[in-house]
């Protein structure tokens, strides 16, 4: 909180108060990275949807109930979705596509793509297990 106070010219209070509203009112979730490889939720996969766009705001809803996803993004694009989920095994991410298309039947998958490894993630080089190591990169750094 103090960088946060001291990037904006606030007190930490202030901030501190502010992130406390927040959570209260459901408009900041704090969370933490961990290692897939330690989640029984290894298997990273990306879906590609293509929704009227009535639908978007619902198939958003519909994501954050579901465990697995991970987010949902309403991008323009040939997709107007991005949903990214974690998955037990392989075999779910032709079982999870099918429920999504289920759930709301004028969506279609129009791609999908599965992460095997990460080498680096919220700029943190990442070792062979998935777990960040000490080294940072740049965030633009390939």
Request: proline share 4%.
């Amino acid at each position: 909180m103090s960088r946060i106070a001291a990037d904006h010219g606030l007190s930490e209070q202030r901030v501190a108060d502010g992130l406390a509203r927040m959570r209260a009112d459901g408009m900041v979730r704090i969370r933490t990275d961990v290692a897939r490889s330690v989640t029984g939720w290894p298997v990273y996969a990306w879906y590609f949807v293509r929704t009227p766009a009535r639908q978007i705001q619902q198939m958003r809803q519909l994501m954050a109930q579901i465990p697995e996803a991970r987010t949902a993004l309403a991008v323009a694009s040939q997709y107007n979705l991005v949903v990214a989920v974690w998955l037990r095994e392989m075999t779910d991410v032709m079982r999870f596509e099918a429920a999504l298309e289920a759930a709301v039947p004028s969506a279609r998958i129009v791609d999908r793509s599965v992460v095997f490894r990460m080498g680096k993630h919220l700029g943190r080089l990442i070792d062979e297990e998935g777990r960040a190591t000490l080294g940072f990169v740049h965030p633009f750094t390939p």
